[in-house]
């Protein structure tokens, strides 16, 4: 059968939100926008909590991503209607888009080499984002960002929301290997890579940030809603923070 | 001494494997776990164990093997040439190890991933409450030789010699697919065409996701380069940049922007991630309601499998194997193979 749509869980109206949907076989998602907004980004960390919370049966596993919450469920105990009810429900109980943010949240200054051969893509993006390299440095550097989601790859924030210049889309061929540590941007978010990682986004600054520590009681460094700060350091002062604790960067707890 | 396997020598793509590691996805960390799961359900069969017991799974090639203690062992997925001793012994069956021997296993005949299990399992650390490697994560690595692996307890010891006729998923063919997130941005002629395309399996490819290139010209889609990243799961098949499809297998990403033609079926995920380069593949929409259908059929087989497994000597092209019984020495008491199994 050909273009499926009124099977995959989809309203009549694709704009109206929140929305649920389906995801391959076994996921359903909720999802507050379109587009990343910090009230859809809040309403989907504070729904998926919630999910988690509210002890389904059949769960199997829980997500957020920037502006979703989403659900894997084991489809021996439970089926897609049963779980679409449970999440209208959940959805009808409060306004979920002005729920607090996460509690015990963190900001990180992270000590970062923009540009050079550590971070070749700097000038193109700049270029692309019609900024001077130095121009980009600062825009990226002064800008304190918060964790929308952590995704992709483990402990991998998704960091936003930086200025209007950094709309930038990301590249059509993906850019071979960022290594681990490393700082990109695209549609006005940085991410900042646990592990070597091919990518889409343009590679501009590199950091000796840990972000994954598989063999810590703590494996994961940033919970969304953290927030970071990426302050330039040159080349020989990140090169002697790669054997310090947290690659030399410093926390403060956010009141 | 803990009764353990000694990897002598590894392919490339030699790691330990069990069901992964569900319930940090909200922390970027997809489950992982098997290429291909039903290999696992299969080697569990063999062995009349629980699937949850970690086995060793083999990229395109496997190793020599040495045990330290007579143990049980199975071997399912991609057939690959095995013996022990330099005697061949049968694929998709289960076999005996005794202490000391050479177990070894070599290239895939056809399909990706050869896997084998071990009775008891394979007993390596837990990290994050799985012994699975994931290697796109960094937790665990490929085997290398030196390696020993400790086997867990094994509560069948010596039952060996069955077979089961394996699900034939190695060289290509038609997987279902449901419509998911951002089907819609592909046009009804985009859809038509992939459907009816045959899709060779590129040489690109590992335990994250596998790339096709199409018959034709590639993907077109609507969504652009802009679009916010979405939750991803085994099966989505991303179409990149280049128009390309790239399905994605258990250590995949755990979001993404690029925008999704589709998902294959979990049922139908093993034959993805089991063609070899050059294989071809096609896809076919089913309805969600179809597909939970077919998932459920799937669990239900996959439970029954014990029942559908044989003793391996009825045919006698595979006499060889009972050599590795010990019937002459008398460690067995020659009716292993009429004793149903526990």
Known sequence: MTPPDATDGKGPDRTAFPQIRTVGTDGLLVSFGEALSEPANRAALAFRAAIEAADLPGLLETSASLVSAYLRFDLCVSDHATMKAALEALLASQDWTSAPLPGGRKLWRIPTVYGTDLAPQLEEAAAVAGLSPDDAIASISNARVRVQTIGFAPGMPYLGELPPDWAIPRQTELTGQVPAGGLCVAIRQLVLFPVATPTGWRHIGQTAFPLFRPDDPEPFALRPGDEAQFIPVMAEQLAAMRNAPDGGAAFEVLP | ?342
């Open chain 2, 1 to 342: 001494m803990t009764p353990a396997l000694i990897v002598h020598r590894a392919g490339p793509g030699v790691t330990v494997q069990d069901l992964g590691r569900p319930g940090y996805l909200a922390f970027g960390l997809s489950r992982g776990g098997p290429a291909d799961r039903l290999a696992l359900a299969e080697g569990a069969a063999l062995l009349s164990q629980d699937e949850g017991l970690a086995a060793i799974e083999m990229a395109g090639m496997g190793g020599e093997f040495e045990a330290t203690a007579d143990m049980r062992i199975a071997l399912t997925g991609a057939p690959m040439r095995a013996t022990i001793d330099g005697t061949r012994i049968a694929w998709n069956a289960s076999h005996c190890l005794a202490a000391g021997q050479r177990h070894s296993v070599g290239a895939a005949e056809c399909g990706s991933y050869g896997y084998l299990h071990l009775g008891g399992g394979v007993a390596a650390d837990e990290r994050l409450g799985a012994r699975s490697t994931h290697l796109a994560a960094g937790i665990g690595r490929m085997l290398t030789p030196g390696t020993r692996l400790p086997t867990g307890p094994d509560k069948h010891p010596g039952a060996v010699g069955m077979t089961l006729d394996a699900d034939a998923r190695f060289e290509g063919g038609t997987v279902r697919v449901v419509p998911s997130l951002k089907t819609e941005f592909f046009d009804p002629n985009q859809i038509a065409r992939f459907e009816a395309d045959e899709f060779r399996r590129d040489s690109r490819g590992n335990r994250m996701g596998v790339r096709f290139l199409p018959g034709g010209g590639g993907y077109q889609n609507e969504a652009g380069l802009s679009v916010v990243s979405e939750v991803i799961v085994p099966g989505d098949i991303q179409i990149t940049g280049d128009g390309t499809p790239f399905v994605l297998l258990s250590e995949c990403q755990t979001t993404g922007g690029y925008p999704r033609i589709g998902s294959v079926l979990p049922a139908d995920l093993p034959r993805v991630a089991q063609a070899q380069a050059g294989a071809r593949l096609k896809f076919r929409f089913v309805t969600l309601e179809d597909a939970v259908k077919a998932e459920l059929l799937e669990q239900v087989r996959r439970r029954g499998l014990r029942r559908a497994l044989r003793p391996l000597v009825r045919d006698p092209r595979s006499m060889a194997d009972l050599l590795s019984y010990q019937l002459i020495s008398g460690a067995t008491a020659g009716d292993d193979l009429e004793r149903p199994l526990p």
